[in-house]
T-cell receptor, first 110, second 112 residues
């Protein structure tokens, strides 16, 4: 079993829909990251969370440390949100080591 | 633009060869990380350097080595290349091992 599991693996939505991507982890962490990877490969850091909730524009990320679970929500989805969304957990201490989920491929249709 | 620069963007080389990938971190960042993204393994942590010193090692093969120079840029050396080393190699940087990391655009390595 992977230490970081994302669901769903693939998601197709219509423009305007509310989207939720889930991430569960089984190891101790110091923080959790949500990353976005567009076709062509570049990775963009969306959020780094250690507790609670963060919001940036139409994106909201939450984390429940006790349940070892995080969600990424996209409100009013748009075709430009089509990308792979990757959850990664940071190991405790100062190693900076990230353990990655397998990614969720999102396609938003106009 | 994350501020992290990786060169080259693409590299095609033959099996058995050696290549060097370069990463310039964001201004002020002391930590540099290397990651490998392959189709079958996904993203994997390779190694972390902080201010010139190795801080943590992940799934890095013995054929691979890295270093961080006094000006804080880093190089990842891959030798005796095999077909299975074909992947996207990402560098990321952060101020410390505990702060948010910013990724470069990656180097796509193809071994033929």
């Amino acid at each position: 079993k992977n230490e970081v599991e994302q669901s769903p693996q693939n998601l197709t939505a219509q423009e305007g829909e509310f989207i939720t991507i889930n991430c569960s982890y089984s190891v101790g962490i110091s923080a959790l990251h949500w990353l976005q990877q567009h076709p062509g490969g570049g990775i963009v850091s969306l959020f780094m969370l250690s507790s609670g909730k963060k919001k940036h524009g139409r994106l909201i990320a939450t984390i429940n440390i006790q349940e070892k679970h995080s969600s990424l929500h996209i409100t009013a989805s748009h075709p430009r949100d089509s990308a792979v969304y990757i959850c990664a957990v940071r190991s405790p201490g100062n190693t900076g080591k990230l353990i990655f989920g397998q990614g969720t491929t999102l396609q938003v249709k106009p | 633009d994350s501020g992290v620069t990786q060169t080259p963007k693409h590299l095609i080389t033959a099996t058995g060869q050696r290549v060097t990938l370069r990463c310039s971190p964001r201004s002020g960042d002391l930590s540099v990380y290397w990651y490998q993204q392959s189709l079958d393994q996904g993203l994997q942590f390779l190694i972390h350097y902080y201010n010139g010193e190795e801080r943590a090692k992940g799934n890095i093969l013995e054929r691979f080595s890295a270093q961080q120079f006094p000006d804080l840029h880093s190089e990842l050396n891959l030798s005796s290349l095999e077909l299975g080393d074909s992947a996207l190699y990402f560098c990321a940087s952060s101020m410390t091992g505990r702060s948010e990391a910013f990724f470069g655009q990656g180097t796509r390595l193809t071994v033929v």
